[in-house]
């Protein structure tokens, strides 16, 4: 069996409404990376649309009190407004203080609710329309900065001339996945066609099945269009995890905070799908269900106030029933 990874996202938006301080997000990160037994740690983005800590401060503090997961970030939705040339250092630096474990889920970051993300764009001069425009242009000007010399670049949004950005990270180049999760019906062939196009792997939140049982087939399809190795393709499923026993009950904790977390996005039965719930036993069942429709590996956010006491089972109970190859 392909050795399947398992990661723990860090709730920074929970710093707002009492589950955790920052002080104790980075300590959880530590305490991940000393357990042995995960693969990665990652945290969530956004400036002003989903107002959070932020992601590249957070990292320079993880960077520092883990020594061996990869730290992840899913996604970027801050990618498309900001500046490519400073980011692209900024992401550099972290390579090289993590020694080389940094992961780039990028993403447009397009929120609808109470046109957040237009209201943040127009700080920036960035229109929604414009985003996935933009990701792909960024995405183009930090691969070629992480590996190139007197870089020239004159495209849509940015142009530079003989750039060449210090200190180059030690990932060459480090890894960028897309995160997209289209409505599966109609299949949304274009925008996950530019994920096996230019990404180095997918990020999903399997809102319902077929967000993984539809669409990944596409994009593997997409992959081979693109003599591309599908095999070799990266497939995080970002995750929840309530470990209470009473199903229904784990599920109405986990969508009130994921309320709290997102305001009112996600319904009860979006909750449910993306929710491993019960025991441990019901709860690595349903995460073995995710590497069975193709996922490569996992990252659970624990979407309890009760994560303290959850996390201990999670690393005691259900990574051990976890079927992960090692």
């Known amino acids: 069996m392909t050795q399947r990874q398992i990661g723990l996202t860090l709730p920074q938006r929970g710093a707002f409404f009492d589950v955790l301080s920052l002080s104790e997000l980075v300590e ?31 990292f320079g503090s993880l960077a520092a009190v883990t020594s061996r997961v990869r730290l992840a970030v899913g996604c970027l939705a801050s990618f498309p407004v900001r500046d490519p040339l400073l980011f692209a250092g900024q992401w550099a630096t972290l390579d090289q203080l993590s020694q080389g474990r940094m992961l780039l889920a990028v993403c447009t970051g397009i929120v609808k609710a109470n046109d957040a993300s237009a209201r943040e764009g ?9 985003r996935a425009a933009r990701l792909e242009e960024n995405t183009e000007i930090i691969r070629r900065l992480w590996t190139e010399e007197n870089v020239t670049f004159e495209g849509e949004f940015t142009s530079f001339e003989d750039v060449t950005l210090l200190p180059k990270p030690v990932q060459s180049p480090p890894p960028v996945y897309i995160a997209s999760n289209p409505a599966p019906q109609p299949l949304a062939k274009r925008a996950l066609r530019r994920v096996a196009r230019i990404a180095d792997g997918w990020m999903t939140t399997r809102k319902s099945p077929e967000h993984l049982t539809v669409n990944l087939p596409a994009i593997k399809e997409f992959l081979v269009e693109e003599g591309r190795d599908p095999e070799k393709f990266g497939v995080s499923a970002y995750h929840n995890l309530n470990l209470t ?11 009130r905070f994921l309320g ?18 019960g025991t441990p036993e019901q709860a690595a069942a349903d995460i073995n269900a995710l590497y069975a429709d ?9 979407t309890s106030w009760d994560w303290r006491r959850q996390l201990k089972i999670l690393v005691e109970e259900v990574i051990p029933r976890l079927e992960l190859g090692r």
């Open 294 to 302: 193709g996922a490569t590996e996992v990252t659970l956010r624990i």
């Open 122 to 130: 127009a700080i920036y001069g960035v229109t929604d329309r414009s």
């Open 245 to 255: 026993p009473d199903r229904e009950e784990a599920y109405e904790e986990s969508y």
């Open 28 to 58: 959880t990160g530590h305490y991940a990376d000393e357990t042995g037994l995960f693969d990665s740690v990652w945290i969530g983005d956004s400036l002003l649309a989903k107002p959070r800590p932020e992601a590249i401060a957070l």
């Open 260 to 277: 709290e977390y997102y305001g009112p996005v996600f319904s009860r039965e979006d909750t449910r799908h993306w929710t491993a719930t």
